[in-house]
């Protein structure tokens, strides 16, 4: 049973920085592609980065270097490091795996950014 747990949001003010952990069950990242997504209210869920196998990242634009993924195999642990936060990043941001059809989705932690 994959399991994924986050932890780590909270509220802070613009221009400061947090730092998302999602605790994953062992062995998926040498197969699973492990992501970042947020939801805001009112909004669709979009990606916020991807960390593949290979170790290749991608992000979205609006996050794309403000915002770094990484993991930490031996602590079977994804990360993602916030930094110079704007209120519009004001979100649930939810782990996610994913391996073809298999998809896994943690409960969310909720980052709010004051103006």
């Known amino acids: 049973q994959v399991q994924l747990v986050e932890s780590g949001g909270g509220l802070v003010q613009a221009g400061g920085s947090l730092r998302l952990s999602c605790a994953a069950s062992?062995?998926?990242?040498?197969?699973?592609?492990m992501g970042w997504y947020r939801q805001a209210p009112g909004k669709e869920r979009e990606l916020v980065a991807t960390?593949?196998?290979?170790?290749?990242?991608r992000y979205a634009d609006s996050v794309n270097g403000r915002f770094t993924i990484s993991r930490d195999n031996a602590k079977s642990t994804l990360y993602l490091q916030m930094n110079s936060l704007k209120p519009e990043d004001t979100a649930i941001y939810y782990c996610?795996?994913?391996?073809?059809?298999?998809?896994?989705w943690g409960r969310g932690t909720q980052v709010t950014v004051s103006s």
């Open positions: 960390l593949a196998p290979s170790l290749s990242t």
């Open positions: 996610n795996a994913k391996m073809s059809v298999y998809t896994y």
């Open positions: 062992r062995g998926l990242f040498g197969t699973y592609i």
